[in-house]
T-cell receptor, first 115, second 115 residues
Framework: KQEVTQIPAALSVPEGENLVLNCSFT??????LQWFRQDPGKGLTSLLL?????REQTSGRLNASLDKSSGRSTLYIAASQPGDSATYLC??????????????FGKGMKLTVNP | EAGVVQSPRYKIIEKKQPVAFWCNPI?????LYWYRQNLGQGPELLIR????????DSQLPKDRFSAERLKGVDSTLKIQPAELGDSAVYLC?????????????FGPGTRLLVL
């Protein structure tokens, strides 16, 4: 059964820092990995999607990398801003035991960027 | 382009009462998902529709939960009777294409509190 872990569960940093958010998954036979952002009381917003054949994806100040063989992904946030404060969730689709069409989420990491 | 629409946004009911949630996906998206998100957890898939067919309902507690997607557009998720443990956020998502590997777009969710 695919399991996704995000550590730490929460992070508080001053504005301007470059951040690295970590995600690990137990079954490396994934189709893709997605990073989402969730603001309090809101739904999820897709940030980046990395196909299993890709190593990284970039969007603005965000860069996500994928090392499928080691079961790890990182989300890099450059020059963090207070508006980046939210919960960031990592999710994967696929695995050797099926579930090829189901997103499996981590518990998320709550980020607070202080002005 | 309008996003995924869900209603109601909040619902408070007493245990053993019925409750229903409604979702309108992004126009043209043939795949629709219902997720449940408990506090401090990532979302977990309840059911996935391809057009009007439920293709993955393995995680849906069928003794009390039911769902339908008439005409392959809007969908309704029902709980009857509700239990205290059903308190959670119910998220609807949609995607374009025939697999779950495409980017999923989430609605704002319905926050359910069962007293």
């Amino acid at each position: 059964k695919q399991e996704v872990t995000q550590i730490p569960a929460a992070l508080s940093v001053p504005e301007g820092e470059n951040l690295v958010l970590n995600c690990s998954f137990t079954d490396s036979a994934i189709y893709n990995l997605q990073w989402f952002r969730q603001d309090p009381g809101k739904g999820l917003t897709s940030l980046l999607l990395i196909q299993s054949s890709q190593r990284e994806q970039t969007s603005g100040r965000l860069n996500a990398s994928l090392d499928k063989s080691s079961g790890r992904s990182t989300l890099y946030i450059a020059a963090s801003q207070p508006g980046d404060s939210a919960t960031y969730l990592c999710a994967v689709i696929g695995g050797s035991t099926g579930g090829s069409e189901k997103l499996v989420f981590g518990k998320g990491m709550k980020l607070t960027v202080n002005p | 382009e309008a996003g995924v629409v869900q209603s109601p946004r909040y619902k408070i009911i007493e245990k053993k009462q019925p409750v229903a949630f409604w979702c309108n996906p992004i126009s043209g998206h043939n795949t629709l998902y219902w997720y449940r998100q408990n506090l401090g957890q990532g979302p977990e898939l309840l059911i996935r529709y391809e057009n009007e067919e439920a293709v993955d309902d393995s995680q849906l507690p069928k003794d009390r939960f039911s769902a339908e997607r008439l005409k392959g557009v809007d969908s309704t998720l029902k709980i009857q009777p509700a239990e205290l443990g059903d308190s959670a956020v119910y998220l609807c998502a949609s995607s374009l294409g025939g697999t779950g590997r495409k980017t999923q777009y989430f609605g704002p969710g319905t926050r359910l509190l069962v007293l």
